[in-house]
C-alpha cells in the first residue's frame, strides 16, 4: 500500500527580491514609487543586486563601470547580434544570442575577480604579502600556459578604459585590497613575461567591483545589463541600415556571407568524390 502523499502549501515563488499587489510593487523593501525620480540606474542596480542601497562612492564607481563597458564597437556578441538581426530575428531574439555570446572569453570580469579572491586567499593562508602571492600566482600561470583573464586585449594592448576606471576608483576611495592585487599582478608579469601585461577592462572592473562589494557573479550580472543596451542599438542599426541575410553582391563592400567567401578558395576539406557504391540505391 503506497503511502500517503503528505500535506503540502500551494506552489508560489519565494524571494527576498521583489513583492507586488494590485496596489503597490516594493523592491528590497523600498516602494518602487519612492525610488523612482530618486535612484539613478547605477543605484538600482546595486539595490537589486546586493539587497541595500550603495554609499555615494559605490553608486558613481558602478555608473562609471557600466558606462565605460557598454559599447565596444565589434566584438564577438554585437557580432552575433547582427547576424541573428541579418537573419530575421526579432530584438529580443537577437539581443538574445548576443548575449549567450558572452562567454569564457568576452566580458569576463567574473573570472579575472575569482582569481583575485585566490591570490588574496593564498596570501592569508600562506602567511606572505600579496605582493608575494600575486608574483607566484604568475609565474605559476605561466608555467602551466594558462591564459591570465583581466590582462592584455588584442585590440589594444594597454585598454585604454583600465587608467580611468582605476583613477576614479583611486579619487572615490574605492580602490582597496583587490586593486592592489591586480596592480602587483601587472608588475609581476613583467619579470614572468618579459613585457608587461596591462590589465584590461575586465580585469580592471573585476578587482574594482570587489572592492566595492560586488560578488564575481554580481559583476557578471552588471557586465551583461550595461553591455545589452550595445546590443540593442547593433540590432536596431542592422535591420534599419543594413540588408537582411548580409549576402548581398551589390554591396560596395564584400559581405561575410557573400558566395565570394564561400567558394572552393576558402575551403580545405576533402576534394569532391562520389558516394560508396554500397549507399547508392
Known sequence: MSEPLREQTPFHWKSNIAWKNRDRIVVRGYDVNELTGNLDFGQMLF???KGELPTEAQARITNAMMVSLAEHAMSPSSATVRFATSGGAELNGAVSAGVAAIGRLHGTADRPATMYIGVRR???????????????????????????????HAQHIRDPRTVRLLELSDKWGISGTYVAIARAMED???????????????????????DAGYSPLEMKAMFITCRTLSLCAHSIEESTREKGWRASENSDMVQPLSLQMQGPDWYDGPADRGLPSAFVD
Open 47 to 49: 539595490l537589486v543586486l
Open 122 to 152: 593564498r596570501a592569508e593562508d600562506e602567511g606572505i604579502s600579496i605582493e608575494e602571492a600575486a608574483a607566484l600566482t604568475v609565474r605559476e600561470m605561466r608555467a602551466r600556459r594558462e591564459n591570465m583573464p583581466g590582462f592584455h
Open 188 to 210: 609581476a608579469t613583467e619579470e614572468v613575461f618579459g613585457r608587461r601585461l596591462w590589465i584590461n577592462g575586465p580585469g580592471a572592473m573585476g578587482c574594482i567591483g570587489l
